[in-house]
């Protein structure tokens, strides 16, 4: 199970930091991403991370602004969000692969070979 929080509401140009707890599993080893979906729109990519942190990858809305990562040993990922915008708002969700640790294996394969978290809103007032 994975369980996002962290969400909020939040003046334009401010900060939060939004956390994935993976219980009754190990997130180490596997690739893990956040995504994100506004109303009326479809779900979108938002960032990805490799099984040690090392790599990351973001969409191009998110470059400069977003930070991806992970503490494997708090069975965590972490998305934290700067320089917030009113298009930022949006429920944002957590998703882990299930067996590959690329970041690319959350960027490439479709939703059914993810795990998905509940998701947790954010919404950005200007």
């Known amino acids: 199970q994975l369980v996002e929080s962290g969400g909020g509401y939040v003046q334009a140009g401010g900060s939060l930091r939004l956390s994935c707890v993976a219980s009754?599993?190990?997130?180490?080893?596997?690739?893990m991403g956040w995504f994100r979906q506004a109303r009326g729109k479809e779900r979108e990519f938002v960032a990805a991370?490799?099984?040690?942190?090392?790599?990351?990858y973001y969409a191009d809305s998110a470059k400069g602004r977003f930070t991806c990562s992970r503490d494997n040993a708090k069975n965590t990922m972490y998305l934290t969000l700067d320089a917030l915008k009113p298009e930022d708002t949006a429920i944002y969700y957590c998703?882990?692969?299930?067996?590959?640790?690329?970041?690319?294996?959350?960027?490439?394969?479709?939703?059914?070979?993810?795990?998905w978290g509940q998701g947790t809103q954010v919404t950005v007032a200007l």
């Open positions: 009754g599993r190990t997130i180490s080893g596997l690739a």
């Open positions: 998703a882990a692969h299930r067996s590959g640790g690329a970041f690319t294996d959350i960027v490439q394969s479709p939703p059914d070979n993810l795990d």
């Open positions: 991370i490799n099984w040690s942190g090392h790599s990351t």
